[in-house]
């Protein structure tokens, strides 16, 4: 609320949330239900960046049924919470997976899917590709080319147990690094 | 219909790899090309497969592909078509900081898409690749590269790359 | 909403200049894009230009592949056609020994045949899931899927991987059928047959897929010769054309098979094809696993490289190990090219070699780059949400596009 | 009025907004529904569907990690949106098809205002309003695909509408009545409503599909056109609340559905005079049919994908009209000769 109006009507709306966080990242039952509830609600966001999205739709079908773990690819940016970068991103796709991410929600985590994502694969010496970690902030990897569909299941587990383990920055923004 | 009489009646310079059944029509007239392709596009072939570059060190070599669907007796073979130019010398500039900035220029030749619509995205694919201008192309735009790539052409073998950084600040 | 009747060839001719036209940027974030972008001019709900962006996952394979020894580049080929690995695999390898001058022996022809047909099974069956999500059925996604798993699961048991196999190298191939394959296959088909049934009930004839599907995005004969489409997409346009047919590789020439052709060339009629060659393949594969010969899995110039520890663990595993040739193998100078019936259609492979340790010029294009000219010419006059339908229709996978 | 019998009566009302009919009672139904389409999804889908979440009881839980979830999330407003429209109009949405439920009784006793001789009048009244916010989400929003959602929203709610009104129609001019338990004791000492006028229920039906964006009418969320249709730009709790008020249009329809077709509280009546027998019995045995019709809609899911906009138009402005207009006919004809 940046604009006039917006503050005649809102007053310091700012500092009224920013208490209201304090207040409630002190609690510790909050924070644990909220830890509870994001985990099982890790609702990834549908940018297939390459070809270990045939993969990733595999680890959706019924043998591997990711949806037991409340992952559910849904459709736009800022719904979801959970940005899947799957395999190479070419520079092209670098700039959009970006975006794609800026557009989301805090807080949100970062899977790199295949060893592409991870350090480049076979196509390390290419012209066009990038590695996930110079551009994006990633919390779990996922080695394989293409990663069986029960590596990504594990790296949902990873990133349950990493929101357990800091339950405490669920509020806040989340520091980009 | 004997496929090899047909064609060497198109053109004298073809090469036939039997065991293969690869047939290669080189094409040293550039001027010549459109006529050669309408004669072999009314022969049946009717479609372009790909269109592609080879580079030597001082000349591009450009080939098109073509196959046939509608008749029967060509269904089974693979024709190309080649015609080979000359690429200009590369202009080197030293800028301000004292680097080398080699400026390869394209090169030209005539676009087959008013003989065969197939070709349209393989010719875009072409000219970005290896900076082979099509004369006559409708829509001659970078298709896969994103536009800082211009003027490198990625598939000429003096290709030396740089990554450009993912956000231009 | 006017009903306007776009020609197919107005696409040049029409101005989109101006305020009138809606402008949509679908993708590449977009559930109904994949990876690559479609940029749409909209007259109301009538689309009047589709450009599509690709390029996105565009990775350099030709690039690369001239930079890395020729046994290299079989990886790079199979990532780049995922849900096709083994036909990539099978063109790339083609053309290589059709410029050593190596000839595989039958056994290997049969199975490279029987690996390709079941893996044209599991690629089909990706296309039809791909196709009920995009207009909006999950559970035929998920079925397909599903049902992909136990052609997988062969796969696996046959080359040891799941999808990016590289079972198929120059002189032959890297394993031999494994015990109880035979029977596990007879298993898995007879159960494919039984879900095709279902896949008719719940959706070739479902009444709400008749109804998007019948007269959309039709491509007739002469069009899709003129614009050269591939695969399933020209056959069901009613084009007689199958690389298997015409340029017979591996057992292909010795198997009896049809090669099913539509009439209509609409959306639906895409749709039926894809099932009618997984019935096709089914087939196949019965008649592969029956008429397969005895005999060696490689070929003789292949074997007589092997040192004697790989001779003795083929001889008792059925089991080809590298030898050192194939890492310093140099193809004699030449060009040569090869096609391939992959699941969405035909691989054009053409390598030049100059006798070095690299290819010289690496050329390949792939069905879907093919079927580009789907999207700006099929689209035009069709109403938004036809969009999906003709892009799931045509079975479009943009890696492979890209290269 | 002394003080203690207006905190009494304030408490009364809380309790209706918070416990019965309001917000508790929303909650419950819409985790429930939720949960009861993807677990229905997932079994014709040969699979699980969500179960991690709270193993023992089946993942039933899910929706409501999925709220917490959305409820603690950055709240993200675009720069260029119509801010006020684009905060308030998913609440009103909300609220609307929310208060709707105050004029849908569960049962013979049960009324939250005073007694009314037009629930079914102020009820549809209620629910005709939620689709104009609808359509002012898309048009806050400042998105194409949104605004295209929004289009097809309007498209839809006129198409669909007065097929909806006549179908009612036909079933008041059955019953004689603009009151649900008069027309649930209609039907109790004569016939249900879905034998009395079919035409109706299958009208009513159809409606309900469309209005709640059930498939195949899945039309204005088709997320393989446009993403998320209206709430594409909608993020955190707006959004929870936009993905909810379907599901709660969703209960109103088929608690509407149950009192004027399936026979409401059938088979207790009016006569007993015992809370068990008269209040509650016949209050869970409404929810559970209208349960039974929900659960019905949601498996529409698995079964069909989804119409094109202009299909549906056509069938809406054809087919359900002349059916409605034909249940009119047939509740004329039937008052005429049959009663």
Redesign the interface.
């Known amino acids: 609320?940046a604009d006039a109006e917006?503050l005649i009507y809102l007053g310091n709306l700012d500092d009224v949330a920013k208490k209201a966080l304090e207040f409630?990242n002190k609690s510790e039952f909050i924070k644990k239900?909220?830890s509870?509830?994001?985990?099982?609600?890790l609702w990834p966001v549908h940018l297939m960046t390459s070809c270990c999205g045939a993969e990733f739709a595999a680890a959706a079908?019924?043998r591997f049924?990711l949806?037991?773990?409340?992952f559910l690819p849904f459709?736009?940016p800022?719904?979801t919470?959970l940005l899947v970068v799957e395999g190479t991103t070419t520079i092209k796709m670098a700039r959009v997976v970006k975006r794609v991410y800026e557009?989301m929600?805090?807080?949100k985590w970062v899977i790199a899917m295949g060893a592409c994502a991870m350090d480049g694969g076979i196509f390390f010496n290419s012209y066009n590709t990038i590695v996930a970690r110079e551009y994006l902030p990633v919390d779990a990897y996922v080695p394989g080319c293409p990663p069986r569909p029960e590596a990504l299941a594990r790296a949902v587990l990873l990133i349950q147990e990493k929101i357990k383990r800091e339950k405490d920055a669920?509020?806040g923004?989340k520091n980009e690094h | 219909m004997n496929i090899k009489d047909e064609l060497s009646k198109i053109s004298t310079n073809l090469v036939i790899d039997e065991k293969r059944a690869n047939y290669k029509i080189i094409i040293d007239e550039p001027s010549k090309l459109i006529d050669v392709a309408n004669s072999i596009k009314n022969l049946g072939f009717d479609h372009v497969v790909s269109v592609t570059g080879v580079d030597y060190p001082d000349k591009i070599e450009v080939i098109w592909h073509v196959s046939s669907y509608s008749s029967e007796e060509l269904k089974g073979i693979d024709l190309a078509i080649s015609m080979t130019v000359k690429k200009p010398e590369p202009l080197k500039q030293t800028d301000a900081q004292g680097n080398i900035n080699v400026n390869r220029p394209p090169v030209t030749v005539p676009s087959l898409v008013s003989v065969w619509p197939s070709g349209i995205f393989s010719e875009r694919e072409a000219f970005e690749m290896f900076g082979i201008i099509f004369d006559g192309h409708p829509d001659l735009r970078y298709l896969m590269l994103p536009e800082d790539f211009y003027g490198t052409w990625p598939l000429r073998k003096d290709f030396t790359y740089q990554k450009p950084k993912v956000f231009i600040e | 909403?006017s009903e306007k009747v776009y020609n197919i060839d107005d696409l040049q001719n029409i101005n989109v200049e101006g305020e009138k036209y809606?402008i949509?940027q679908i993708g590449p974030s977009?559930?109904?894009s994949g990876h690559m972008r479609l940029k749409v001019w909209l007259d109301g709900?009538i689309i009047v230009k589709v450009d599509p962006d690709i390029g996105f996952v565009h990775r350099t394979s030709e690039w690369l592949s001239e930079r890395r020894e020729w046994i290299k580049a079989v990886p790079i080929v199979e990532r780049i056609m995922l849900p096709d690995t083994v036909h990539a695999n099978l063109a790339y390898v083609l053309t290589v020994e059709k410029l050593l001058g190596i000839e595989p022996p039958p056994r290997a022809q049969y199975l490279r045949s029987l690996v390709a047909e079941i893996n044209r099974i599991t690629s089909h069956l990706y296309g039809i899931g791909i196709f009920?999500?995009?207009?909006?059925?999950?559970?035929?996604y998920?079925?397909a899927f599903?049902d992909r798993e136990p052609f997988i699961d062969l796969m696996e048991m046959l080359t040891g991987a799941r999808i990016t196999t590289s079972y198929i190298i120059p002189g032959g191939v890297r394993w031999d059928l494994p015990n109880g394959f035979k029977e596990r296959a007879e298993t898995v088909l007879q159960y494919m047959e039984r879900r095709l049934k279902d896949y008719e009930d719940?959706w070739v004839k479902?009444p709400?897929?008749q109804?998007?599907t019948i007269n959309v995005g039709t491509l007739k004969k002469e069009d899709a010769i003129r614009l050269g489409v591939v695969g399933p997409n020209l056959r069901a346009s009613g084009v007689y054309y199958d690389t298997r047919k015409h340029h017979p590789y591996a057992a292909y020439s010795n198997l009896d098979f049809e090669v099913p052709t539509m009439k209509n060339g609409d959306s639906y009629d895409r749709l039926l094809i894809r099932v009618e060659e997984i019935k096709q393949s089914i087939k196949l594969i019965r008649q592969i696993l029956k008429d397969i010969p005895e005999g060696k899995i490689i070929a003789d110039q292949i074997y007589n490289q092997l040192n004697p520890v790989m001779k003795k663990n083929y001889e008792e595993k059925k089991r080809v190990m590298f030898p050192a040739f194939m890492i310093h193998m140099r193809p004699p100078a030449g060009e040569a090219s090869a096609k391939v019936e992959a699941g969405r259609g035909e691989i054009f492979f053409y390598i030049k070699s100059t006798g070095d340790k690299y290819p010289y010029r690496f050329r390949w294009v792939t069905p879907s780059f093919r079927n580009l000219p789907y999207f700006t010419h099929v689209t035009v006059g069709h109403?938004?949400?036809?969009?999906?339908t003709i892009y799931g229709s045509i079975d479009y996978f943009p890696p492979e596009a890209d290269r | 009025m002394g003080i203690i019998p207006l905190i009494l009566w304030l408490i009364q009302d809380l309790l209706y907004i918070i416990i019965f009919p309001g917000l508790v009672t929303i909650l419950v139904v819409v985790v429930i529904i939720i949960w009861l389409e993807?677990k229905i999804?997932?079994k014709?889908?040969?699979?699980?569907?969500?179960?991690?979440?709270s193993k023992k009881i089946g993942?039933a839980l899910?929706s409501?990690?999925?709220?917490?979830?959305y409820s603690?999330?950055?709240?993200?407003i675009p720069e260029k949106t119509d801010?006020w429209a684009f905060i308030l109009a998913p609440g009103l949405m909300f609220a609307f098809a929310t208060i709707a439920l105050i004029f849908i009784p569960v049962g013979p006793y049960y009324s939250v205002l005073f007694p009314s001789y037009y629930t079914i009048l102020f009820s549809l009244a209620l629910i005709i309003i939620t689709p104009i916010f609808a359509i002012t989400v898309g048009w806050a929003s400042d998105n194409?695909?949104s605004f295209?959602g929004a289009l097809r929203e309007g498209f839809l709610l006129i198409s669909y509408e007065i097929p909806f009104l006549l179908s009612v129609v036909s079933m008041v001019i059955i019953f004689h009545t603009y009151d649900y338990i008069n027309a649930v004791q209609n039907q109790l000492s004569f016939l249900p409503g879905i034998i009395l006028n079919p035409l109706a229920a299958l009208t009513m039906l159809i409606v309900m599909i469309r209005t709640t964006g059930r498939?195949?009418f899945?039309?204005t969320e088709?997320?393989?056109?446009l993403?998320?249709g209206l709430?594409?730009?909608?993020?955190?709790l707006f959004?929870g609340v936009g993905m909810a008020t379907p599901y709660v249009e969703l209960y109103n329809f088929s608690l509407i559905f149950s009192l004027l077709f399936l026979g409401g509280w059938w088979p207790f009546t009016l006569n007993v005079m015992n809370p068990v027998y008269g209040l509650i019995l016949p209050g869970i045995i409404v929810v559970v049919k209208a349960f039974i019709v929900m659960a019905v809609l949601v498996f529409l899911?698995?079964?069909?994908?989804?119409?094109?906009?202009?299909?549906a138009v056509r069938s809406g402005w054809s087919y359900v009209l002349l059916l409605s207009i034909l249940s009119v006919i047939l509740s004329v004809v039937e008052v005429m000769f049959l009663r």
């Open positions: 609320m917006g409630l239900t909220l509870w509830g994001i985990d099982f609600s079908s019924p049924d949806e037991r773990l409340g459709g736009g800022r719904q919470n557009q929600p805090n807080p669920l509020l923004v | 909403m809606i949509l977009h559930p109904g709900d009920g999500i995009f207009l909006g059925s999950s559970t035929v998920m079925w599903g719940i479902n709400v897929v109804a998007r109403r938004l949400a036809d969009l999906p | 993807r999804a997932a014709v889908q040969m699979r699980f569907g969500p179960l991690w979440v993942g899910q409501l990690a999925d709220l917490l979830r603690f999330q950055e709240v993200i801010k194409k695909f295209i498939f195949p899945d039309i088709a997320d393989s056109e993403v998320m709430f594409t730009e909608y993020s955190a959004f899911r698995a079964v069909y994908p989804r119409y094109r906009l202009d299909q």
